[in-house]
């Protein structure tokens, strides 16, 4: 947060961390006479945005239900190889990533098949028809493991915000998603913060959340970021009991009270 003018700023720093949402208790009035801004200076997080939920975790060769989290097709073969069956190290069905193309092969051995016809299907996240394969294909369609994830919103509530998608939000700062692999650390640390006005003059809490661009949660992220916040109170009213003490202090000891205790 900045305070005052602009060749006199102040700078408070608050760590938090963020586990889906941040609230944070703190109760200050600010200066009225002063203009206060807020802006991220760091923000760090693991990519474990969930690409698979409840929604697109089944496929069918016997019905395997994959648990809600992050993962990569490399993630998927390990989680199949437990249930389709293998043969000379090979597992009966596989997937193959193919980045030039952005496309998933399927790999089927063993007269193996695949159904995708099923309902929450894992098909669109792959790139698959809704259908069944009874032989080795390419993917049709390029491959979504971002599930239309594509960005990170950071909100506050102790701002108004800049606008996204036309409409203004309480969003401090935005960043893409995926830039390194699932279960990598994305560190962001803006070249130059950019500051928006507080909404009040009265901070009673802090609320941070991280949120995707359709506004849900995205899921269980961790993260630690720098947050700004007004802490010059506290710290003047420490000030002020240490030069208190200090004045008892020699108070003390020139009554000679010190040199009894």
């Known amino acids: 947060m900045k305070e005052g003018h602009r060749s006199h700023r102040q700078y408070n720093e608050v760590n938090c961390i963020l586990k889906r949402q941040l609230e944070k208790d703190y109760e200050y009035e600010l200066n009225r006479n002063q203009e206060y801004e807020l802006g991220l200076k760091y923000f760090s997080v693991y990519n474990s945005i969930r690409n698979i939920n409840e ?68 098909n669109t996240l792959l790139g698959f028809d809704k ?50 692999p699932i ?24 609320n941070l959340e991280i949120k995707d661009a359709a506004g849900a949660a995205t899921g269980r992220i961790s993260a630690t970021a720098k947050a700004a916040n007004a802490k010059k109170a506290a710290d003047a009213k420490a000030a002020e009991e240490r030069r208190h003490n200090l004045i008892m202090e020699k108070e003390a000891k020139g009554s000679g009270v010190g040199d009894m205790i």
């Open 131 to 180: 259908q069944i394969y009874t032989q080795s294909t390419l993917a049709p369609h390029k491959a979504n493991i971002e599930n239309d994830i594509d960005v990170i919103n950071i909100h506050c509530n102790l701002i108004n915000g800049g606008f996204f998608n036309i409409y203004q939000r309480q969003i401090i700062y935005s960043l893409p998603t995926f830039t390194v």
């Open 55 to 122: 929604k697109n975790n089944q496929i069918k060769f016997k019905t395997i239900r994959l648990l809600p989290g992050s993962y990569e097709y490399v993630a998927i073969n390990e989680y199949l190889s437990e249930y389709g069956g293998s043969a000379n190290g090979k597992n009966n069905i596989e997937f193959e990533g193919n980045l030039n193309l952005n496309k998933i092969k399927l790999i089927l051995r063993n007269n193996s098949q695949v159904d995708f016809n099923v309902e929450n299907s894992l």
């Open 183 to 206: 279960g990598y650390r994305i560190i962001e640390k803006p070249f130059k913060t950019t500051y928006l006005p507080l909404n009040s003059f009265m901070i009673k809490d802090i």
